[in-house]
């Protein structure tokens, strides 16, 4: 179980599959495009934007540690702020020298 006090809040989404839907919309949009389909090229584009913002929208939040990155799910109040990069780098840092990663 994780000790730390630090936290963040994002949405429960496994960005492989935001990167899938955005890689097959590309590749079926460049084939429209090839064949000079230029209308339904744009629309198969918008529509996999549109289904990547829908599906994101739906999501829940998750909490997760900046030192040790275990994930917090469930029915409880969120109180940890978004993301913040320069703390992450902070943390992280200071505790895989804790634990002799680095």
Known sequence: ???GEDFYTRKDFDPKMGLT???MGAGIS???YWFGRDLIAYSVLGG???IDLIVYRRLKEVTVCYRCHTEFRGAYARSAPAFDLHTADVLEQEYE???GRR
Do not use: D, E, H, S
């Open 48 to 50: 996999a934007a549109l």
């Open 21 to 23: 839907v955005v890689v």
């Open 30 to 32: 460049a084939g429209f």
């Open 1 to 3: 179980m994780c000790g």
């Open 97 to 99: 020298r804790r634990i």
